[in-house]
Each structure stands twice: as C-alpha cells, then as structure tokens.
C-alpha cells in the first residue's frame, strides 16, 4: 500500500516561495507517478503538476506554468513542489496522490491517482 505524506505548507506574502514535500512509503517512485493537487474553500479539487514515474515528463496547470516546478529524488523516494510567485489565489489544501497507470503519461484525472495524502495547507496573504 503506497502511503504518502506531505509537509511544507504554511503562511507566506503574496510573492513569496514555498517548497512543498511528498514523502512516498510502501513503494519506490518507480511504479508511480505522483501529481499535485489543491483544493480551496468552497472549491472543486483541481491538478496543479505532476510527475512521471521514472522521471523526464512532467504536467502543470496553466495557472501555475511558471511560477510552480515539480521534482522527484528517487533516491529519497520524495516529490516536491517548489511555488515561486504565490499568489492569494494559490490559498488552498495541497494534496499529493499516487497514479499507478504508468503506461500512459500523468495527467490530472482523479480517478487515475488510488492513493492520497492528507493534505498541507498553505496561505497566501495579499
């Protein structure tokens, strides 16, 4: 069972950078792609990046193309999400999930990702 937990969110200026980390357990990052999600108050959940699995592809939001760069160290079996240029509207819940269909490209489907976070929160002031 792939477990993943993320850390790094806080409170940080309009403007400001943060570095979001997903800590991956139960297997290595080979075998999943790992994407990044958000979710606001009142708000759907909506894909801001991810990864593929063995590395070189990468997806992003255009809300975010940019401003946000997703990586992964294999060797610590850990994605992170670095967010430069925030923005109140980047104010959300930040989820990280585990695709296991790694045949074809990562993409932002839901139903794709079998594995979830629990969430950071991070809050842009304006």
């Known amino acids: 069972q792939l477990q993943l937990v993320e850390s790094g969110g806080g409170l940080v200026q309009a403007g400001g950078s943060l570095r979001l980390s997903c800590a991956v357990s139960?297997?290595?990052?080979?075998?999943?792609?790992i994407g990044w999600f958000r979710q606001a108050p009142g708000k759907e959940r909506e894909g801001v990046s991810c990864?593929?699995?063995?590395?070189?592809?990468?997806n992003y939001a255009d809300s975010v193309k940019g401003r946000f760069t997703i990586s992964r160290d294999n060797a610590e079996n850990t994605v992170y999400l670095q967010m430069d240029s925030l923005e109140p509207e980047d104010s959300a819940v930040y989820y990280c999930a585990g695709n296991p269909y790694i045949y074809r490209s990562c993409d932002f489907i839901e139903s794709s990702f079998t594995s979830w976070g629990q969430g950071t929160q991070v809050t842009v002031s304006s």
């Open positions: 139960g297997f290595t990052l080979d075998y999943y792609h």
């Open positions: 990864v593929n699995s063995r590395g070189g592809g990468t």
